[in-house]
């Protein structure tokens, strides 16, 4: 059993930003998902082990930035520009590649919240 811890979620307002964390133990591709009430859950990004590798969602490409800190097994999520429509709870993922990841991660945090105030 792989547990994900995610932070760093809370309220801001459109245009600012914030930056989640997952403590990520183990040799894991990584990335984010997020959901609303009523919607499928989605794809947000992904990073590889060696963190060359990265993945986005249409939707947040140029805003947001996924990065990984193997030292400190953390991967993290800068986001940008936040827009009313990044409002979700955000889950932590990993499974052992980033297909994976995009597709059906097996392992998923308990989720952060996101609210962004227009």
């Known amino acids: 059993q792989v547990q994900l811890v995610e932070s760093g979620g809370g309220l801001v307002q459109a245009g600012g930003s914030l930056r989640l964390s997952c403590a990520a133990p183990?040799?894991?591709?990584m990335g984010w998902f997020r959901q609303t009430p009523g919607k499928e859950r989605e794809f947000v990004a992904a990073?590889?082990?060696?963190?060359?590798?990265?993945y986005y969602a249409d939707s947040v490409k140029g805003r947001f930035t996924i990065s990984r800190d193997n030292a400190k097994n953390t991967v993290y999520l800068q986001m940008n520009n936040l827009k009313p429509e990044d409002t979700a709870r955000y889950y932590c993922?990993?499974?052992?590649?980033?297909?994976?990841?995009?597709?059906?991660?097996?392992?998923w945090g308990q989720g952060t919240q996101v609210t962004i105030s227009s």
């Open positions: 993922v990993a499974a052992d590649s980033t297909v994976s990841v995009r597709r059906e991660p097996p392992y």
């Open positions: 183990g040799r894991y591709a």
């Open positions: 990073i590889g082990w060696t963190p060359d590798l990265t």
